[in-house]
Nanobody, 127 residues
Framework: QVQLVESGGGLVQAGGSLRLSCAAS????????MAWFRQAPGKEREFVTA???????????DYADSVKGRFTISRDNAKNTVYLQMNRLKPEDTAVYYC?????????????????WGQGTQVTVSS
């Protein structure tokens, strides 16, 4: 069992930055690939980025207005924590951001592949 707790969300102006954190319980954090998803009001949950269990591989969303180049995922297995550094934020980045864990080396783009989820943290970007 893994419990995930996100923090770091808030209100920021367009062009600003935020750093989200996701703290995981349990002794086997290094066995889990981790990911960030987001869900805006009235929209489906969408993949943002993921990182392999040892941090050696990262995955970024490849949709229009991609976050690649603006967002960076990282992890510290000694601290059981995964991070999402978000730079040059845009109003369309406004959403609830969720941390997710998948018991494998590889990350995935599909939310159905993840075993555990945090409660989410709100990110609001004002124009």
């Amino acid at each position: 069992q893994v419990q995930l707790v996100e923090s770091g969300g808030g209100l920021v102006q367009a062009g600003g930055s935020l750093r989200l954190s996701c703290a995981a319980s349990g002794r086997t954090f290094s066995s889990y690939a981790m990911a960030w998803f987001r869900q805006a009001p009235g929209k489906e949950r969408e993949f943002v980025t993921a990182i392999s269990s040892n941090g050696g591989r990262t995955y970024y969303a490849d949709y229009a207005d991609s976050v690649k180049g603006r967002f960076t995922i990282s992890r510290d297995n000694a601290k059981n924590t995964v991070y999402l550094q978000m730079n040059r934020l845009k109003p369309e980045d406004t959403a609830v951001y969720y941390c997710a864990a998948k018991e494998s080396y590889r990350g995935s783009y599909y939310y159905t592949d993840y075993d555990y989820w945090g409660q989410g943290t709100q990110v609001t970007v004002s124009s």
